[in-house]
């Protein structure tokens, strides 16, 4: 668990299976026995690229979408997650903080600033919002050009073919489907167990690198910022990467707080809160008073009031989310699910665009090709970024064991923080290679500016199955961070010093 904790007033930012496949009990047959050839429950990045692509592919298609007020009372438009309250926003916040980074950097590049340079939270925000606007608008006018039907409407089922939805007002209406696809994703979680968690905290969507975003922001744009983390922070990541993340953090202003975890939450007569926690190596009580505390605990798949079990749809007894075989199929045959929802699917954007596309070209008779999973690339947004794809060393130790394979790394220092005179001690490069044979690459990790730039190139080498020598072949692009690369070349198992020099 992480609680993120700002110590200044943020008010604008409250702003692979296989089923016995049950018989339907209905038995309609032929085109024209149901409204719609799809019906998608769910408008964010995986719905609406299943219900385009379904439309665009001659599918007659609706697609039903309502966002229930958090419990402060927001809300956003059409575009899910991603686009209202997740990736969008907070890249555009981390922009806004590596522009403070880059105003410190180019005093030493001769531009002469003058002080105080300070940050104007409510500007940011408003032209933020004011992006996110006009993506709600343009899914609109999308799915309208391609003649999606869309219903401002919460989906729950009534059977495997019928889907009921409800408007603000609570009127009803029902719609028939040849097929159902389940797109609805999650809303965060509060710690309820903790006192005053609900009451006086705010949440937010977490993936285990979210919290550690919003505080790299947050302090980049000048606010003292406190990170509680229970255990280890980015959890399911590589850890020696993780570690040079927050190490990061640490030397960039952030404040850590290992091993806490919160007791409870309190607002004091001066409007501050007063977070009390345990740290779990000493077991003794700390205090410290905040403006805002922002809870990343997790989050809850959105299946509670679609029922789906009365229909059904398995859904695991842990998780809540749905079960799926590899085709995004349910236990229900003519029920499928995609994104965040999804048992044992990545809860990353790309990943639900990308299942959805290729079930509707299924769907439609185009395809048969399946969602790949393996060797997806992803990024964490913190200051110093880190972008990853394949597998961590930890994980390809355990699969290959150790003595079978191969660590490449390098401490390289970017171009850019030499004249700034940055630090670069975290800036890190490792590529995990199978130990024997044409060495293939089992995972790339690399740390630094424009990470995820970077990891996208080599990200198609990965899922080509390309080797450490092909890598080694490559001719680099100078000078850049990309480069260094195509010449790495000394092994962690040598214990000789990895240090990049020269040019």
């Known amino acids: 668990m992480a609680a993120l904790c700002s110590k200044h007033r943020l008010k604008h930012l409250q702003h692979l299976c296989s089923f016995g496949f049950k018989i339907p009990r209905r038995n309609f047959a032929g085109k024209g026995k149901y409204d719609y050839d799809l019906v998608v429950i769910g408008g964010g990045s995986g719905g609406l690229a299943c219900s385009k692509e379904a439309a665009q592919l001659g599918q007659k298609v609706a697609v039903l979408d309502y966002v229930e007020a958090s419990v402060r009372g927001t809300t956003w438009g059409l575009g899910g997650t991603c686009v209202n309250v997740g990736c969008i926003p907070k890249k555009l916040m981390h922009q806004a903080a590596l522009l403070g980074t880059a105003v410190k950097d180019a005093k030493k590049y001769g531009w002469k600033i003058p002080e105080p340079v300070s940050h104007d939270w409510a500007t940011m925000s408003q032209a933020v919002q004011n992006h996110v606007k006009s993506l709600n608008w343009g899914h609109r006018v999308q799915l309208q050009d391609r003649k999606v039907k869309y219903l401002n409407m919460k989906g729950s089922l009534v059977d495997e ?109 001066s409007g501050l809160l007063q977070v009390t926690w345990t740290d779990t190596q000493s077991k003794q009580e700390h205090q410290d008073a905040f403006n805002t505390v922002l809870w990343a605990v997790g989050r809850a798949p959105e299946t509670k009031t679609l029922n ?26 003519n029920i499928f699910a995609i994104g965040d929802i999804a048992q044992g699917r990545p809860e990353l954007t790309p990943t639900a665009i990308k299942a959805g596309k290729l079930l509707a070209r299924r769907l439609a008779g185009h395809s048969s090709q399946l969602m790949n999973y393996d060797n997806v690339p992803t990024t964490v947004f913190t200051p110093l970024e880190y972008g990853c794809v394949g597998l961590s060393e930890e994980e390809a130790e355990r699969r290959c064991g150790k003595e079978n394979v191969e660590v490449y790394h390098a401490f390289y220092k970017p171009l850019e923080f030499t004249v700034a005179e940055r630090d670069a001690g975290q800036c890190y490069i490792k590529v995990v290679c199978e130990g024997h044979g044409d060495q293939r690459v089992l995972g790339l990790h690399f740390t630094g500016p424009n990470a995820g730039e ?50």
Request: charged content about 20%; glycine content about 10%; aromatic content about 6%.
């Open 308 to 333: 789906l079990k009365q229909v059904g749809v398995e859904l695991n007894e842990d998780t809540g989310k749905v079960i799926v075989a590899a085709d995004e199929r349910t236990s229900m045959s």
């Open 161 to 269: 073919h019928t889907i009921r939805g409800m408007n603000a007002k609570g009127k009803e209406m029902t719609v028939t489907a040849r097929n159902v696809v389940i797109a609805t994703g999650g809303r965060p979680k509060y710690p309820t167990h903790v006192p005053g968690a609900l009451e006086f905290g705010i949440s937010m969507m977490k993936w285990p690198h979210v919290g550690l975003e919003c505080a790299g922001f947050l302090t980049g744009i000048g606010l003292d910022t406190t990170v509680m983390v229970r255990s280890i922070a980015l959890r399911g990541f590589d850890q020696q990467m993780s570690r040079l993340v927050t190490d990061y953090m640490e030397a960039y202003g952030t404040r850590f707080s290992w091993d806490a975890v919160p007791k409870k939450v309190e607002k004091l007569p």
């Open 454 to 503: 970077v990891t996208q190139g080599f990200a198609l080498g990965l899922q080509c199955g390309f080797t450490y020598a092909q890598l080694r072949d490559t001719v680099g692009i100078h000078p850049t961070c990309a480069e260094e690369l195509t010449k790495i070349n000394i092994t962690k198992r040598s214990g000789l010093d990895a240090t990049v020099t020269g040019c």
